[in-house]
């Protein structure tokens, strides 16, 4: 679902980053009030969890794979706008560092997977669980929620996509995404109605159940009082770090799954798939060199290092993309609270 550079022409990029900007700002004046609580971390560990399920491919029939994203769960836990921040910083994380998703496709992938699925996502956890609900619906509404959330930027996906050789097109020949929307809409939506909306649903629904048993006062529904003294966040704080490690220790199992995801695919596939490399796409798909760790791959531990010697240089890009999203959410704390200040200064 990460959208690479070259596969959105440059009009559609920045209608998706005009239409990503105003929701950003909304989300960080929300979050102002957050970011000054000791609930920081958790947004950090949550945003880190996003990013580092999005390493765990799932494999699909056909050679291709997907994954879960961990949005909605963000938004049930933490509120829809800290969940747009957190998702935000995950895939700019991604796109900046590890060449996954491009630059200028930035914010239209933020559009779709940290606005869209986790906005949608929590709305319909909110219509389903009501304004009593018991745990076991809380979890139910959680799942559905997840589902519907991934389907929807997946569908968003495909859309974009696929509109790009109708809008975009010279000589009989596509400038950008070859395929149009009866190839990428069902294809999309094919993968995201299986295997990866049935993911995204389980991890969002087993996790809000233990969440919902563990560390209850977790939830931005009964957190209030939390967030306003600290208290009990040491102790979750330190569980989901826990959690988080463990998670971090099993991201070599997305090696395993063969092939890589549709409509991400190199140049010289194109090549091969379409019979010519589409010249606006060319253009751009090398846009961003300067991804230090691409693939999530380290030098040296490539598949000449064998399985063993990829998993480790893969759990030390999980571990710098996790430090990476600390030191954003700090920053972006840092500049929000100073903005705060000057802005009271000057009234």
Not at 54 to 83: C, E, F, Y
Not at 194 to 217: I, K, Q
Not at 236 to 258: H, K, N, Q, R, Y
């Amino acid at each position: 679902m990460h959208i690479p550079d070259g596969y959105l022409s440059p009009e559609t990029c920045v209608v998706f980053y005009g239409a990503a900007v105003p929701i950003w700002y909304k989300a960080s004046q929300r979050m102002k009030k957050l970011l000054n609580t000791r609930s920081l971390p958790l947004v950090s560990i949550f945003a880190a969890f996003a990013f580092t399920i999005q390493m765990l491919n799932i494999p699909i029939p056909g050679g291709t794979t997907a994954h879960a994203v961990g949005g909605t769960l963000m938004a049930i836990v933490l509120g829809p706008w800290p969940a747009v921040i957190g998702m935000s910083v995950a895939l700019a994380i991604q796109a900046i560092f590890f060449g996954d998703g491009g630059i200028t496709a930035l914010g239209a992938n933020s559009f779709n997977m940290a606005i869209a699925l986790p906005l949608t996502g929590y709305l319909v956890y909110r219509l389903l669980s009501g304004n009593a609900p018991s745990p076991r619906r809380r979890a139910v509404a959680a799942a559905i929620g997840g589902y519907v959330g991934i389907n929807v930027a997946g569908l968003l996906t495909g859309i974009e996509l696929g509109v790009q050789p109708l809008l975009w097109s010279e000589g009989g020949r596509a400038l950008y995404n070859p395929y149009g929307l009866e190839t990428t809409v069902p294809a999309m939506m094919l993968v995201h109605l299986t295997l990866a909306g049935f993911a995204e649903a389980a991890l969002t629904g087993l996790a809000t159940a233990y969440l919902l048993r563990a560390h209850p006062t977790l939830f931005v529904v009964e957190a209030a009082t939390v967030l306003k003294t600290g208290r009990h966040l040491g102790r979750m704080g330190w569980a989901l770090v826990g959690a988080l490690g463990v998670l971090v220790v099993l991201t070599p199992l997305g090696l395993l799954a063969p092939g890589g995801a549709d409509f991400e695919w190199g140049t010289e596939e194109l090549r091969q798939m379409v019979g010519y490399v589409p010249g606006g796409l060319a253009r751009l798909r090398e846009f961003w060199r300067l991804a230090p760790l691409p693939d999530y791959g380290l030098p040296g531990f490539g598949a000449e290092a064998g399985f063993l010697g990829q998993a480790f240089g893969y759990i030390l890009s999980a571990i710098v993309g996790v430090g990476l999203i600390f030191v954003s959410m700090m920053a972006i704390r840092i500049l929000l609270v100073r903005r705060g200040q000057a802005i009271e200064e000057r009234s």
